[in-house]
């Protein structure tokens, strides 16, 4: 089956400065990629997704890239804000096998005023 | 008015009771999930339903049963409870007829088995 791998797992940014999480997964067939943003006590909300025939993505400050060939994608967000601090995870399904999303372990991501 | 609920909030209990979870969503979805988050924050599919049908069975217990009444609630009933269930229990919808794969998450069960 799919495993998803990310990192770090932890990650301590001073505000306006910029965040990059990295995950990396196993099957070639994997074709969705989306990004959830989990915080305190909530249940994780999705952020921004990217399909396997689009290499970049960008919703205002938050922007997805995907190497296909490479097998990883990455959330980059840009200039952090304090509510920008919560659990970041990455996840991968394949489309056709119904929408079952394996998920990364998480980054717990911390702005600092 | 939320999207996804799922009551109670809290569960704390002890070893060997049998205990459900409810969650209704009112967003018109066909498409309900349970997944369980670890204490390690680790997310992992337990179930999915597509219209009352089960579709996605990952390696639970049998002691864990899905119930889907209707398309708009999953409840999750577990039997004989064990100091390992103890973590947090996360319905989530989608609509897969318009090959729409956001999932929206409900708050969360924090199951603690004593």
């Known amino acids: 089956g799919e495993n998803v791998e990310q990192h770090p797992s932890t990650l301590s940014v001073q505000e306006g400065d910029s965040a990059v999480i990295k995950c990396t997964y196993s099957d070639s067939a994997s074709n969705y990629f989306p990004w959830y943003k989990q915080e305190l006590g909530k249940g994780p909300q999705l952020i921004i997704d990217i399909r396997s025939n689009v290499g970049e993505k960008k919703d205002q400050r938050i922007a997805v890239t995907l190497n296909k060939t490479a097998k990883h994608f990455s959330l980059h967000i840009t200039e952090t804000q304090p509510e920008d601090s919560a659990v970041y995870f990455c996840a991968a399904s394949i489309r056709a096998a119904g929408n079952k999303l394996t998920f990364g372990g998480g980054t717990r991501v911390l702005v600092k005023p | 008015d939320t999207a996804v609920s799922q009551t109670p909030k809290y569960l704390v209990t002890q070893m060997g009771n049998d205990k459900s979870i409810k969650c209704e969503q009112n967003?018109?979805?066909?498409?309900m999930y349970w997944y369980k988050q670890d204490s390690k924050k680790f997310l992992k599919i337990m179930f999915s339903y597509n219209n009352k049908e089960l579709i996605i069975n990952e390696t639970v217990p049998n002691r864990f049963s899905p119930k889907s009444p209707d398309k708009a609630h999953l409840n999750l009933h577990i039997n004989s409870l064990e100091l390992g269930d103890s973590a947090v229990y996360f319905c989530?919808?989608?609509?897969?007829?318009?090959?729409?794969?956001?999932?929206?998450f409900g708050s969360g069960t924090q199951l603690s088995v004593l």
């Open positions: 989530a919808s989608s609509q897969e007829a318009r090959g729409n794969e956001k999932l929206f």
């Open positions: 967003l018109g979805h066909d498409t």
